[in-house]
């Protein structure tokens, strides 16, 4: 079991536009959670394919680099930033952590929190007024 492994070979898959490599990558019944959209959660490698399919297709540029990671037994924890230029010409630029559970050289599940830079101008005081609903 090499749980960097995957990350590696999921990191080169992406970059090489490699949609039947990165597929490789995740166990048949693999499970994603996306905690903070959950509704976004899904099963199954082939959603997998149907995302990056869209994705090398409407970014076809797209760039992924592991930034951090760390393993505890099965679990890697990665850092990630995902940029490139979208076909409408903006800009595409994603960062943030997936929590990968690997067994067999696969994922089998992933805690997903990549998520939009947000390039506004508010500060930490404003994101914090915005989320507690307050107004002054």
Do not use: K
């Amino acid at each position: 079991m090499d749980p960097a492994g995957v990350l590696h070979r999921l990191e080169r898959a992406t970059n090489d536009h490699d949609l039947e490599a990165l597929v490789e990558c995740f166990a048949e019944d693999y499970r994603n959670e996306t905690p903070a959209h959950p509704a976004r959660g899904f099963h199954g490698r082939e959603q997998v394919r149907s995302n990056y399919r869209q994705l090398f297709a409407g970014i076809p540029d797209l760039r992924a680099r592991v930034l951090r990671s760390a393993e505890d037994g099965a679990v890697v924890w990665s850092e990630w930033e995902m940029s490139g230029t979208r076909r409408d010409g903006a800009d595409h630029l994603m960062r943030g952590v997936v929590i990968f559970e690997v067994s067999e050289e696969r994922a089998t599940c992933a805690r997903f929190y990549l998520e939009p830079v947000d390039r506004g101008d508010g500060d930490a005081d404003a994101a914090v007024r915005e989320i507690a609903g307050v107004t002054s």
